[in-house]
């Protein structure tokens, strides 16, 4: 059962998603057509600034929080990132996706290396490990770095934890989810440029939510990862 979906070039708001922004009007969103050549659309949100971020949320209902206990879920997000122009790499790393439960945050967060190239950071529990260019998290390794989009999917067994698949690939199982929350997420699933965290430019073309999700391969009552 999807929950709630971004596609394409929409704004999310028009389909389902609450829109914040702290404080308000420092970060700008578009529509994208045809990023790159490639025939695909997106939407981006554009930070530029560390003290600030945009995101779009869903809250669960408590309803649907009980069927995430009891079906697992899914959480994928097709994108690619920018840095923007002139930012150190100190102040990258601020576009992210993530599920939190009131206790622990299923999220990763990304920039671009200088070949612009999307790199993914694994927010780590119970503490941040610094990766060797600064960031609040690991590097992770490998990954298939292309300018183009790729496709970042965790799959959760109820709320314990979940397994992190790139353009369907099984890279990391049974993460334990980061004990580093933001309660204003709590129960919720976001996306777009975290307030503090860095800056950056993210280009979803996909985000999704659904509930009933299953490790591959995927049988009769699975949801087959995007």
């Known amino acids: 059962m999807i929950l709630i979906q971004h596609t394409g070039k929409n704004d999310p708001t028009t389909e389902g998603w609450q829109f914040l922004s702290v ?5 700008t969103v578009q529509p994208i057509t ?11 949100v554009r930070d530029e600034s560390n003290q600030s971020g945009l995101g779009y949320l869903k809250y669960l209902t408590s309803a649907e929080s009980s069927r995430v206990v009891t079906q697992g879920w899914l959480l994928s997000a097709t994108l690619r990132a920018e840095n923007v ?7 990258r790393g601020g576009i992210l996706f993530s599920y939190q439960t009131f206790e622990k945050r299923w999220a990763l967060w990304f920039d671009a290396d200088d070949n612009g190239n999307t790199r993914a950071y694994l927010q780590t529990p119970p503490l941040d ?6 960031r609040g998290g690991p590097l ?4 298939p770095l292309t300018k183009g989009y790729s496709t970042y ?5 109820g709320a314990g934890v979940a397994d992190l698949f790139i353009n369907g690939w099984p ?6 989810g980061s004990t580093i929350i933001d309660h204003q997420f709590d129960n919720a699933v976001d996306f777009g440029g975290g307030s503090t965290f860095g800056t950056g430019i993210g280009n979803f073309s996909s985000v999704v939510f659904v509930v009933g999700a299953c490790l ?3 049988g009769s009552n699975c949801i087959s990862l995007p």
């Open 23 to 27: 404080p308000a009007g420092v970060t």
């Open 34 to 44: 045809n990023d790159l050549g490639q025939g695909i659309d997106a939407w981006q």
């Open 85 to 91: 122009p002139g930012v150190s790499v100190a102040n």
């Open 129 to 134: 490990i610094q990766s060797p260019d600064g």
């Open 140 to 143: 992770l390794s490998p990954l």
């Open 153 to 157: 999917t965790w799959v959760g067994r």
């Open 171 to 176: 890279l990391i199982r049974d993460y334990p």
């Open 216 to 218: 591959p391969p995927p």
